[in-house]
């Protein structure tokens, strides 16, 4: 059976950093580009981030490219996306996405507020 489980998200304060993880199982991870989407209240979902099959390409939306790095580690079928410098409009709930959209995650809310 196929799992992505997003977890990491919280409350944070302007400025602040948090850490989303991905984990993987029940297909070929490794084998495959992993999207970072995120929808914020009353929008379509947006795509934030992406890394290719193997780590060596990667692609961010231009609100976030500056601020957030995404990495993998196909050994643990993780990924991971590291936020910094978070502003309000950041403010979403985070899916991952594997296979072209095929392998969904059900999401981690995000929030950045004072």
């Known amino acids: 059976q196929v799992h992505l489980v997003e977890s990491g998200g919280g409350t944070v304060q302007p400025g602040g950093s948090l850490r989303l993880s991905c984990a993987a199982s029940?297909?070929?991870?490794?084998?495959?580009?992993v999207t970072w989407y995120r929808q914020r209240p009353g929008e379509e979902r947006e795509l934030v981030a992406q890394?290719?099959?193997?780590?060596?390409?990667?692609l961010y939306s231009d609100p976030v490219r500056g601020r957030f790095t995404v990495s993998r580690d196909n050994t643990k079928n993780m990924v991971w996306l590291q936020m910094v410098n978070l502003k309000p409009e950041d403010t979403a709930v985070y899916y991952c996405?594997?296979?072209?959209?095929?392998?969904w995650g059900r999401g981690t809310q995000v929030t950045v507020s004072s």
């Open positions: 029940g297909f070929g991870f490794s084998d495959y580009t």
């Open positions: 890394i290719s099959a193997v780590g060596r390409s990667t």
């Open positions: 996405s594997a296979a072209g959209g095929i392998y």
